[in-house]
């Protein structure tokens, strides 16, 4: 289950010749050559209809090989007999049409005991390259193998923006994701024992401290997909209670409450989700707490919750047979958030306590289970009025966050497959929106620091700002209600169900929202373990301005 750990070694002294074997893989990642322009700056095409229309392709395959033999040139860590063997096997694939495109992929199993497997990966152009096309690129050229490596030794790209820890996670993480299977998985995946990151440059070589974070970054991932992907009926809020526990045996003070009556009375939104299951899965309010090991080092207190609808059938406004198959993964916000307690119960940041909340229940029908046009309490105090049974996962989460205002939080974080119109807005990224004013939401934001964390761990993201209007478009017309869990019917509906959540707030505390229910899962329905990367390198990146001295205030 999940992603085996790997042994990560680094590479670069000068004349280190790194001997592989036939039981190696060498994977060598390559820009593409930019288009050949013209007097005017337009770029030439392939189908150029100029009578000398094949002069721009030939100059571009001459301009890619000659990029990668100068690339290739620049490695102090490989061997003469190496580097020629690379440039035969870089020639033999131009030859059959590889050219560094994006995701592009060309293979050569070894053959014979003194030359490792050669895979080259297609980075695409080096202007266009940040970290999650990197991972992606990483790992779409992995998912193309067959068989076990020994190692598997990647020569890092250089002449990028991207530091050497981010081409590196990109890259682990680009491993981990090649080596996942599922609990349920009917055969084993590819895997190599060892990953060895070969870097010619001149910037210092990971610590041994950012190594293991590196692993620990990148395995987060790989465990939130393993709950992510359980089949709905091995799936109960009692599987999240349980894995809750464990993590008690890492240091986590964990709470979970049952009662039904302390439910109702205390997070009626959450509990008319819960009605129509209180028989057969019943509601689950989980808390975990992780405080460092010196307690009075304490700078910040964060708060982190994560939608967890165990599974979502769209409740009486019940949802289409396709619409439905993914809900297994309507969970995945409560996954993410185990998956990062997990790893900072192990990393141990020394100056954040956190806490992390998950309003576990499935959304199903039964002669008790909610109804629209109901009108319903909140634990902030609100009266809710039910304009979609489909719109459930907010109503979880504006109890959520008003209970985790309770313990007073400097900043929360909420992690969401929120809302369908995220996909339209953001696309297969992380919608990431916060409660601060468009002005506000400039460098040095709660917003734009994440922002910059998720570049670094390689999550792909989109900013979105929440406006007065979407407030506005959730305001309830009804004399007996506040406000609505849908919009208006015009658009903007991840920001207006960001506005509901917000809602929930005791104060202007900053909250840090990220709804990714258009990238939770790939096009073949298995999970992605987004957001996850990005949050907790964003709880490590604040960990060390902390340590350093910096202002835990944003702008």
């Given at each position: 289950?999940?992603?085996?750990?790997?042994?990560?070694?680094?590479?670069?002294?000068?004349?280190?010749?790194?001997?592989?074997?036939?039981?190696?893989?060498?994977?060598?990642?390559?820009?593409?050559?930019?288009?050949?322009?013209?007097?005017?700056?337009?770029?030439?095409?392939?189908?150029?209809?100029?009578?000398?229309?094949?002069?721009?392709?030939?100059?571009?395959?001459?301009?890619?090989?000659?990029?990668?033999?100068?690339?290739?040139?620049?490695?102090?860590?490989?061997?003469?007999?190496?580097?020629?063997?690379?440039?035969?096997?870089?020639?033999?694939?131009?030859?059959?049409?590889?050219?560094?495109?994006?995701t592009q992929s060309w293979y050569l199993p070894s053959l014979d005991s003194a030359q490792p497997s050669l895979l080259l990966g297609g980075l695409g152009f080096s202007f266009q390259l940040e970290g999650y096309r990197l991972q992606q690129a990483g790992s779409d050229a992995l998912r193309t193998l067959k068989g076990q490596y020994q190692r598997l030794i990647v020569i890092l790209p250089q002449h990028t923006r991207l530091s050497l820890y981010t081409r590196s996670l990109?890259?682990?993480?680009?491993?981990?994701?090649?080596?996942?299977?599922?609990?349920?998985?009917?055969?084993?995946?590819?895997?190599?024992?060892?990953?060895?990151?070969?870097?010619?440059?001149?910037?210092?070589?990971?610590?041994?401290?950012?190594?293991?974070?590196?692993?620990?970054?990148?395995?987060?991932?790989?465990?939130?997909?393993?709950?992510?992907?359980?089949?709905?009926?091995?799936?109960?809020?009692?599987?999240?209670?349980?894995?809750?526990?464990?993590?008690?045996?890492?240091?986590?003070?964990?709470?979970?409450?049952?009662?039904?009556?302390?439910?109702?009375?205390?997070?009626?939104?959450?509990?008319?989700?819960?009605?129509?299951?209180?028989?057969?899965?019943?509601?689950?309010?989980?808390?975990?707490?992780?405080?460092?090991?010196?307690?009075?080092?304490?700078?910040?207190?964060?708060?982190?919750?994560?939608?967890?609808?165990?599974?979502?059938?769209?409740?009486?406004?019940?949802?289409?047979?396709?619409?439905?198959?993914?809900?297994?993964?309507?969970?995945?916000?409560?996954?993410?958030?185990?998956?990062?307690?997990?790893?900072?119960?192990?990393?141990?940041?020394?100056?954040?306590?956190?806490?992390?909340?998950?309003?576990?229940?499935?959304?199903?029908?039964?002669?008790?289970?909610?109804?629209?046009?109901?009108?319903?309490?909140?634990?902030?105090?609100?009266?809710?009025?039910?304009?979609?049974?489909?719109?459930?996962?907010?109503?979880?989460?504006?109890?959520?966050?008003?209970?985790?205002?309770?313990?007073?939080?400097?900043?929360?974080?909420?992690?969401?497959?929120?809302?369908?119109?995220?996909?339209?807005?953001?696309?297969?990224?992380?919608?990431?929106?916060?409660?601060?004013?468009?002005?506000?939401?400039?460098?040095?934001?709660?917003?734009?620091?994440?922002?910059?964390?998720?570049?670094?761990?390689?999550?792909?993201?989109?900013?979105?700002?929440?406006?007065?209007?979407?407030?506005?478009?959730?305001?309830?017309?009804?004399?007996?209600?506040?406000?609505?869990?849908?919009?208006?019917?015009?658009?903007?509906?991840?920001?207006?169900?960001?506005?509901?959540?917000?809602?929930?707030?005791?104060?202007?505390?900053?909250?840090?929202?990220?709804?990714?229910?258009?990238?939770?899962?790939?096009?073949?329905?298995?999970?992605?373990?987004?957001?996850?990367?990005?949050?907790?390198?964003?709880?490590?990146?604040?960990?060390?301005?902390?340590?350093?001295?910096?202002?835990?205030?944003?702008?």
């Open positions: 289950m999940g992603s085996p750990e790997i042994e990560i070694y680094q590479s670069q002294e000068p004349g280190q010749h790194l001997p592989l074997h036939s039981h190696d893989l060498l994977f060598w990642p390559l820009f593409a050559a930019l288009p050949a322009q013209g007097p005017a700056g337009r770029h030439f095409s392939s189908s150029s209809r100029s009578l000398d229309a094949q002069a721009p392709v030939q100059s571009a395959v001459d301009q890619f090989q000659e990029s990668a033999l100068s690339a290739l040139g620049a490695r102090s860590d490989l061997s003469l007999e190496r580097r020629q063997w690379l440039e035969q096997c870089l020639e033999t694939a131009i030859h059959e049409g590889f050219r560094g495109g994006f990109a890259f682990v993480s680009a491993v981990y994701n090649w080596q996942y299977t599922s609990a349920e998985a009917l055969k084993t995946a590819t895997h190599a024992s060892a990953l060895v990151l070969s870097d010619c440059s001149s910037a210092p070589l990971l610590s041994a401290g950012q190594l293991r974070q590196l692993q620990l970054v990148a395995a987060a991932r790989s465990r939130a997909r393993d709950l992510i992907n359980t089949p709905p009926n091995l799936k109960h809020t009692r599987l999240l209670a349980d894995r809750a526990r464990e993590l008690a045996g890492l240091g986590l003070k964990v709470q979970i409450e049952e009662d039904l009556n302390w439910i109702a009375a205390n997070m009626p939104a959450f509990y008319s989700v819960a009605r129509g299951s209180v028989e057969s899965d019943p509601p689950r309010w989980i808390q975990l707490e992780y405080q460092p090991p010196t307690a009075e080092q304490v700078q910040m207190r964060i708060a982190l919750i994560g939608k967890s609808v165990i599974f979502d059938t769209g409740g009486y406004q019940i949802k289409s047979d396709k619409g439905m198959l993914t809900m297994k993964a309507d969970m995945a916000g409560g996954a993410g958030t185990l998956a990062v307690m997990e790893a900072v119960a192990k990393l141990q940041p020394k100056h954040l306590a956190l806490r992390a909340y998950l309003a576990a229940t499935p959304n199903l029908i039964s002669s008790t289970a909610f109804v629209p046009d109901s009108i319903i309490e909140s634990s902030c105090g609100k009266r809710i009025e039910i304009r979609h049974t489909d719109a459930e996962g907010r109503l979880t989460l504006i109890d959520a966050v008003s209970q985790a205002c309770h313990h007073d939080p400097d900043l929360l974080l909420t992690m969401a497959t929120l809302t369908g119109a995220s996909r339209a807005a953001a696309g297969m990224r992380a919608a990431l929106m916060s409660n601060e004013q468009p002005a506000e939401a400039q460098s040095g934001s709660w917003r734009e620091r994440f922002a910059d964390s998720a570049r670094t761990a390689c999550d792909p993201f989109q900013t979105l700002d929440v406006l007065a209007e979407d407030y506005e478009a959730i305001q309830s017309k009804q004399d007996a209600a506040d406000i609505k869990n849908t919009g208006d019917g015009w658009g903007r509906g991840s920001q207006s169900a960001a506005a509901f959540v917000f809602s929930g707030l005791d104060s202007r505390r900053p909250i840090v929202h990220l709804d990714f229910a258009g990238g939770d899962m790939t096009r073949d329905d298995k999970a992605t373990g987004v957001t996850v990367q990005g949050v907790l390198q964003f709880l490590l990146d604040l960990d060390q301005e902390l340590a350093e001295g910096g202002s835990s205030s944003s702008t």
